[in-house]
């Protein structure tokens, strides 16, 4: 097993491990329960990041406009937020930093626990990009077949699809999930959450949805 050093200095909280068996990633997991720490796991690379409060204030801004849409536009979704994604058979496992069943929202149901070798991957997943991980997280997304990824960087929020031809993803206009939304309108109401009062931006971004067309 090697260590590498936090390599972060704004993010003292971050630990790589190399040559990690699966068996102690899984009771990793199992000890750290629901503390607020994300664990990524790629092929014996085990990397644990405990996000800084820029990084949750960012995904809850994202999380807030997508399920106040839904509410208002009556679309049926099952938000599953940080809930711990993984395939022993892949050797991969993950936390999105937000992440939601839409199309497959019937499917999975109230279901509990999830099986991603019989269960559908969530149709949509968030991934704010403030606090950098060392092993790339964009391979574990497209080895676990999720087709949609929003990522939030440097205040501009980029869709991506995923190819599964090539089993990477690229850029999009336009989203699977809500092939509606404009989403350079979606980003302006999202940058407005930083400085504008949250109720206010909201109560207008409701709004402005119901003037959708579907």
């Known amino acids: 097993m090697t260590i590498a050093a936090p390599s972060h200095p704004d993010s003292p909280q971050h630990l790589r491990l190399d040559g990690i068996s699966w068996e102690f990633y899984e009771r990793l997991l199992e000890e750290l ?64 930093d937000e992440c939601y069943y839409i199309q497959h929202a019937d499917a999975i149901g109230n279901k509990q626990e999830l099986d991603l070798t019989i269960d559908p991957p969530p149709d949509l997943s968030v991934e704010v990009d403030i606090t950098r991980w060392s092993i790339p997280r964009q391979p574990i997304y497209a080895a676990l077949g999720i087709p949609e990824l929003w990522r939030f960087e440097n205040r501009r929020l980029t869709v991506l699809h995923l190819d599964a031809g090539i089993a990477q993803y690229v850029r999009a206009t336009s989203s699977l999930a809500f092939p509606f939304l404009p989403i350079a309108e979606f980003e302006k109401f999202l940058l407005r959450l930083e400085k504008e009062s949250q109720t206010k931006v909201l109560r207008e971004f409701r709004d402005w949805v119901k003037t959708l067309p579907m």
């Open 33 to 96: 329960n629901d503390r607020p720490i994300q664990v990524t796991f790629d092929n014996g690379s085990l990397e644990i990041i405990a996000p800084l409060p820029p990084h949750e204030i960012w995904k809850k801004r994202v999380a807030m406009l997508v399920e106040c849409m839904a509410i208002e536009l009556d679309i049926d979704i099952r938000p599953l937020g940080s809930t711990t994604f993984k395939r022993e058979d892949l050797e991969k496992g993950f936390e999105p």
